[in-house]
């Protein structure tokens, strides 16, 4: 049950959609209506994805990664459109509804399984803060220091409007990134040719092109989006009428976040040398390494990159903690109304983001190749998520006329198919090369 102070705060909301909707003011509409689905994709754009988009243009160029990012993004609209939709119909948040239509022991597998996901993801963000810092000469503990400051300040809001206005116009900031790929000049006809034409999968270890084509799909498409979608959708107070915006604003957001990822994609094809994916490149020295590549403004440029993605990403993905762990507990789980009605929610917000940030400050940890893999444990884990988002926006007695259709249902289970098998591929490549049958990068 909503408490009077969130529900008050939504009203007010509301009241300001519904006059704009009476006065056919579209763009005013969809302005009040935007924050759910552009932080969802523009926060999947976080320093361990932008790291994994730009080895990847480093290790191999524009031909095969390039059109393969802005693809995923496609299937990204897919997954978050029903994520929304389901949110806006139902009023409910993700793991609330697979407590309830699942039982409590569905209900706590997806908040362990994504709390799990969120933690080794929440290091890999203070790691590219950290990387992004290092690079203007800052030590490794203003990165966590940095990260948690945001996470306080945010929390204390009171609505959840201010909490995603706040961290909408730190989002903007993601267009750092295309920034750098302009200064670095890139060849139109070969960025036009690399889409258009779509390289062959290049050669190179097995294992190896499956961690980047995983880690690739988890820099896109990860469980924390699902959780946080539908819970912001609904804190947020969207309804059956809101879909159609919702959909528009998802849309927008799945663009940006692409066109901003292919960038970074550019930005690390400077670096690709001409034995391709046999010159590796080292995640945290990428922003030294463009700077002698393409001159000192592209170096900083990405840097000041990865401290926004990391931050934006941090934000939200220990929001979405909050939401699925508070959603499991039936306890109040809303940025609206005073921090100290709804203490489990902000207390695992803050918790969270404690713990990852003391991670970093472990001398010796292995923060860059944890930035990588936390990329390919999403991608794991994420047919599970996917599985019970399909089940919900499919069900008709839930959902209504806003169900998924046929080919909704195809497209979806069609996303869910190419993500499994490329997760078990992996898993299935790396223990070959474990037992000496497929031999080391």
Same mark, same amino acid.
């Given at each position: 049950?909503?408490?009077?102070?969130?529900?008050?705060?939504?009203?007010?909301?509301?009241?300001?959609?519904?006059?704009?909707?009476?006065?056919?003011?579209r763009?005013?509409?969809?302005?009040?209506?935007a924050g759910?689905g552009?932080l969802a994709?523009?926060?999947?754009?976080?320093g %361990?994805?932008?790291i *994994?988009?730009?080895?990847?243009g =480093?290790?191999?160029?524009l031909?095969f990664f390039?059109?393969?990012?802005i693809?995923?993004?496609?299937?990204?609209f897919?997954?978050?459109?029903?994520?929304?939709?389901?949110?806006?119909?139902?009023?409910?948040?993700?793991?609330?509804?697979?407590?309830?239509?699942y039982?409590?022991?569905?209900g706590?597998?997806?908040a362990?399984?994504?709390?799990?996901?969120?933690?080794?993801?929440?290091?890999?963000?203070?790691a $590219?803060?950290?990387i992004?810092?290092?690079y203007?000469?800052?030590?490794?503990?203003t990165?966590?220091?940095?990260?948690?400051?945001?996470?306080?300040?945010t929390?204390?809001?009171?609505?959840y409007?201010?909490w995603?206005?706040?961290?909408?116009?730190l989002?903007?900031?993601?267009a750092?990134? &295309?920034?750098?790929?302009?200064?670095?000049?890139? $060849?139109p =006809?070969?960025v036009?040719?690399?889409?258009?034409?779509? *390289?062959p999968l290049p050669?190179?270890?097995?294992?190896?092109?499956?961690?980047?084509?995983?880690?690739t799909?988890?820099?896109?498409?990860?469980?924390?989006?699902?959780?946080? !979608? !539908?819970?912001?959708?609904?804190?947020?107070?969207?309804?059956?009428?809101?879909?159609?915006?919702?959909?528009?604003?998802?849309?927008?957001g799945?663009?940006?976040?692409?066109?901003?990822?292919?960038? =970074?994609v550019?930005?690390?094809?400077?670096?690709?040398?001409?034995?391709?994916?046999?010159?590796?490149?080292?995640?945290?020295?990428?922003p030294?390494?463009? +700077?002698?590549?393409?001159?000192?403004p @592209?170096?900083?440029?990405?840097?000041?990159?990865?401290?926004?993605?990391?931050?934006?990403?941090?934000?939200?993905?220990?929001?979405?903690?909050?939401?699925?762990?508070?959603?499991?507990?039936?306890?109040?789980?809303?940025?609206?109304?005073?921090?100290?009605?709804? @203490?489990?929610?902000?207390? @695992?917000?803050?918790?969270?983001?404690?713990?990852?940030?003391a991670?970093v400050l472990?001398p010796?940890?292995?923060?860059v190749?944890?930035?990588l893999?936390?990329?390919? &444990?999403?991608?794991v884990?994420l047919?599970?998520t996917?599985?019970?988002? &399909?089940?919900?926006?499919? +069900?008709?007695?839930l959902?209504?006329?806003?169900?998924?259709?046929?080919p909704?249902?195809?497209?979806?289970v069609?996303?869910?198919?190419?993500?499994?098998?490329?997760a078990g591929a992996?898993?299935?490549?790396?223990?070959?090369?474990?037992?000496?049958?497929l031999?080391? %990068?």
């Open positions: 049950m909503r408490g009077s102070t969130e529900d008050a705060a939504r009203a007010r909301d509301r009241s300001a959609v519904l006059v704009a909707r009476r006065g056919g003011r763009y005013r509409l969809l302005w009040l209506l759910p552009i994709m523009l926060g999947e754009n976080d %361990p994805s932008m *994994s988009y730009a080895v990847s =480093a290790g191999y160029g031909g390039l059109p393969f990012t693809a995923l993004f496609a299937v990204a897919v997954c978050q459109e029903m994520a929304m939709r389901v949110g806006a119909v139902t009023g409910r948040g993700f793991g609330e509804l697979i407590l309830k239509r039982g409590p022991g569905w706590w597998f997806g362990a399984d994504l709390a799990v996901t969120n933690l080794v993801t929440l290091v890999a963000e203070f $590219a803060i950290r992004g810092l290092a203007f000469g800052y030590p490794a503990w990165a966590a220091a940095l990260g948690m400051a945001l996470v306080v300040a929390s204390v809001l009171g609505r409007r201010r995603e206005r706040t961290v909408l116009g989002a903007a900031f993601n750092l990134f &295309l920034v750098a790929a302009i200064l670095v000049r890139p $060849a =006809a070969g036009g040719q690399a889409i258009a034409t779509w *390289s050669d190179g270890s097995p294992v190896t092109l499956l961690l980047l084509l995983t880690s799909i988890g820099a896109t498409v990860t469980p924390w989006m699902v959780f946080f !979608q !539908q819970s912001a959708s609904a804190d947020k107070g969207l309804t059956r009428a809101d879909v159609r915006y919702g959909r528009v604003e998802t849309g927008l799945a663009a940006l976040a692409a066109v901003f990822g292919a960038s =970074a550019v930005v690390g094809a400077v670096l690709a040398g001409p034995g391709g994916g046999d010159q590796p490149v080292s995640s945290d020295a990428i030294a390494l463009l +700077d002698r590549a393409a001159g000192t @592209v170096g900083a440029i990405f840097a000041l990159g990865l401290i926004e993605a990391g931050a934006v990403a941090l934000l939200t993905i220990s929001a979405s903690t909050s939401y699925a762990i508070a959603e499991s507990l039936g306890r109040p789980h809303s940025f609206n109304g005073p921090t100290r009605r709804a @203490v489990v929610f902000h207390s @695992v917000n803050l918790a969270t983001a404690a713990l990852a940030a991670v472990i010796g940890a292995p923060l190749a944890i930035a893999n936390a990329n390919v &444990l999403a991608t884990l047919p599970v996917l599985t019970f988002l &399909l089940m919900l926006a499919a +069900d008709r007695q959902m209504g006329a806003a169900a998924n259709t046929r909704m249902t195809i497209t979806a069609a996303v869910v198919v190419l993500i499994a098998l490329c992996y898993a299935v490549a790396s223990f070959l090369e474990t037992l000496g049958v031999p080391h %990068p």
